[in-house]
């Protein structure tokens, strides 16, 4: 409903200049004395309806078309390691919550030190986390890659173990041990805020797994 009265919105000095053009037309072929007080109202009538006219129909350009949001394909579920002490599965379920609710996201993983730590939203098929390419750049730069239109890069198929029909990709890092992935379900939908606040979340996050584990390497004999 919000996005319909934007639209009408849009459209209504586009719908008023041409009302108001039709008018004055109808108006001046129906007089039958035309003064010349009336022609100077029309002059200044029609370049007002002209100008309502422009400004919708630039308005119309300026204003980027939302992509279209499609449904992830999967069974919706919430995965995650019974083996991390519980600190961690608070923070990791809190985060990826926020993550879910906020953001464009459908679906995301946790992949750290070589295993699925977390799989919320929906979720694919479960296959084994190998990575990739793409996933080997980000651990091995520190730098996040988005893919804004993930149908447009061949790299994709190295994502098999997300929904099939992820529109874009966040690929955050995890410091180097690890990423967070982020599947949305429209293309070019994640903002720079968004992108920002990602890859603070990634850095707690980051923190408390590195405690995590190095608490239970002590703990081990």
């Known amino acids: 409903m919000a996005s319909d009265s934007a639209v009408w919105l849009r459209r209504l000095p586009l719908i008023a200049g041409a009302i108001g053009g039709t008018l004055l037309m109808v108006n001046r072929a129906l007089t039958p004395e035309l003064l010349p007080t009336q022609s100077r109202s029309d002059a200044l009538g029609i370049l007002l309806s002209a100008l309502l006219i422009l400004s919708g129909l630039l308005w119309q350009r300026v204003q980027p078309v939302p992509p279209e949001m499609v449904v992830l394909e999967g069974e919706e579920g919430f995965e995650l390691d019974d083996q991390l002490p519980e600190a961690s599965r608070q923070e990791l379920a809190w985060a990826s919550k926020l993550l879910l609710t906020n953001t464009i996201t459908g679906s995301l ?39 804004v239109d ?72």
């Open 109 to 147: 993983l946790i992949w750290y030190d070589g295993q699925v730590l977390l799989r919320r939203g929906i979720l694919a098929p479960p296959v084994p986390v190998q990575p990739g390419p793409i996933v080997e750049r980000v651990l091995k730069t520190g730098k996040a890659v988005y893919l």
């Open 150 to 221: 993930l149908k447009l890069y061949p790299g994709r198929i190295e994502f098999n173990y997300l929904p099939a029909n992820s529109q874009g990709l966040i690929c955050q890092p995890l410091g180097n041990r690890g990423v967070l992935l982020l599947a949305a379900r429209a293309p070019r939908s994640y903002t720079q805020q968004d992108e920002r606040w990602i890859a603070g979340i990634a850095d707690k996050l980051d923190q408390s797994l590195s405690r995590s584990a190095a608490a239970i390497a002590v703990e081990q004999p």
